[in-house]
């Protein structure tokens, strides 16, 4: 059956039933879910969040419906998963792993970051800057990606919490990335949650990608910035960032 012949069922079961996703048992929970997001031109790329589209309950169904690929796959790579033992549960164990941790940021709603006032006499006016672990995977080769990021931002009328910097990222970065993308997907969430127009983002990262496979290169560090606002346009700012991620990196446990 082709993709569109696909959709096209998809719509007559979607039609009948009231369009909803607990009608699926003509077709895949997975293909009723792309087809709404075609229909409704939401983009749904490896780095994309598409929590909206899934209900509380559908991630079971998703996890089952992936083992069942991942099984195909490994019977494809002509491994025995009925009698080599460490290859039996593998199937579930990546279809669970994608959904609940190294694509976990794609499904699950933004981390709910409280905000502050900081519109006081004395407020605080200063730059921030958090490091930030990051754990990613590269949406070419599906090899992790893992690093630091360096947010820098000055406090606009509002400040969240410390932990919710590296949430953001953290809920930013659990997806299939570009290293390029993942630096202004931490920008462009971290305005959002702090209104901040003043930041930077510096992230350094190690790919798996150029490390266990292609040129093999021992420590492949690639870094990246995204500088927005003062950050941007006022050089002391921009030293002042560069010089505060000199220190976190000599204070920074080895
Ligand atoms: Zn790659």
Not at 31 to 40: L, N, S, Y
């Amino acid at each position: 059956m082709t993709e569109s012949q696909t959709y096209k069922n998809v719509i007559a079961g979607a039609e009948q039933q009231g369009d909803d996703n607990k009608n699926y048992k003509e077709s895949n929970l997975a293909d009723v879910i792309r087809f709404k997001m075609k229909r409704e031109g939401k983009r749904f790329w490896a780095g994309d969040n598409i929590s909206e589209y899934l209900h509380e309950s559908d991630k079971e169904h998703l996890i089952n419906e992936a083992t069942v690929a991942f099984e195909r796959v490994l019977d494809t790579l002509l491994i025995d998963r009925e009698n080599d033992p460490n290859s039996k549960g593998t199937a579930k164990r990546l279809a669970k792993m994608y959904f609940n941790e190294i694509m976990s940021g794609r499904y699950e709603s933004p981390p709910d970051a409280t905000a502050f006032p900081n519109d006081s006499e004395d407020r605080y006016e200063g730059m921030l800057v958090v490091r930030s672990e990051l754990r990613s995977m590269c949406s070419h080769h599906h090899q992790p990606v893992v690093g630091v990021a360096y947010i820098g931002i000055i406090a606009a009328q509002k400040l969240i919490g410390l932990s919710k910097y590296t949430r953001i990222a953290q809920w930013c970065a659990r997806r299939g990335t570009l290293q390029e993308e993942l630096c202004n997907d931490i920008a462009r969430e971290i305005q959002k949650a702090t209104g901040a127009t003043d930041l930077g983002v510096y992230i350094q990262a190690i790919h798996g990608c150029c490390e266990n496979r292609g040129i093999m290169a021992k420590s492949s560090l690639t870094q990246t910035t995204v500088l927005k606002g003062a950050f941007k346009d006022d050089h002391g700012t921009k030293k002042e960032f560069f010089d505060n991620i000199k220190m976190q990196q000599e204070y920074a446990s080895k």
